[in-house]
């Protein structure tokens, strides 16, 4: 098993890959817009709030995941973020990778609907 920051680092591209396929799907166009787009998703501020839409439907495994990497003392928050929101950030992202790596996809897709299921849909312009 990765530490809880390898996973995070994971998670960072897990999330990255999604935003961006689900932005591409959803049929925003411009690679200028896209960017401009998906850095609205995967920012920390972002994923902390995205997080809200899916806690309550954590299992007890996922929830550790989550809890382990937002704990890490070793965190240290950039400028554009609270320490709050990177640190659960941190989590989202390792809980990602987590699922990534186990195969979990169907599962890893619920949840980042979840996460984002009112913001990707109306992009397309």
């Known amino acids: 098993m990765l530490g809880s920051l390898e996973l995070a680092y994971l998670g960072d591209a897990v999330i990255e890959l999604m935003v961006r396929y689900r932005l591409v799907a959803a049929g925003v166009t411009g690679v200028g817009r896209?960017?401009?787009l998906s850095k609205e998703y995967v920012?920390?501020?972002a994923q902390s709030k995205a997080l809200?839409?899916?806690l309550p439907?954590?299992?007890e495994k996922e929830a550790?995941?989550?809890r382990r990497a937002r704990n890490n003392s070793k965190i240290s928050a950039?400028?554009?973020a609270s320490s709050a929101e990177y640190r659960r950030a941190t989590g989202l992202e390792a809980l990602f990778a987590y699922l990534?790596?186990?195969g979990e996809h169907s599962r890893l897709d619920?949840?980042?609907d979840l996460c984002y299921r009112d913001v990707i849909d109306g992009k397309k312009e």
């Open 52 to 54: 809200e839409n899916i």
């Open 64 to 66: 550790e995941i989550f």
């Open 57 to 59: 439907e954590l299992d």
């Open 100 to 102: 990534y790596l186990q």
């Open 43 to 45: 920012k920390a501020s």
């Open 110 to 112: 619920y949840l980042f």
């Open 34 to 36: 896209l960017n401009e």
């Open 78 to 80: 950039p400028k554009s």
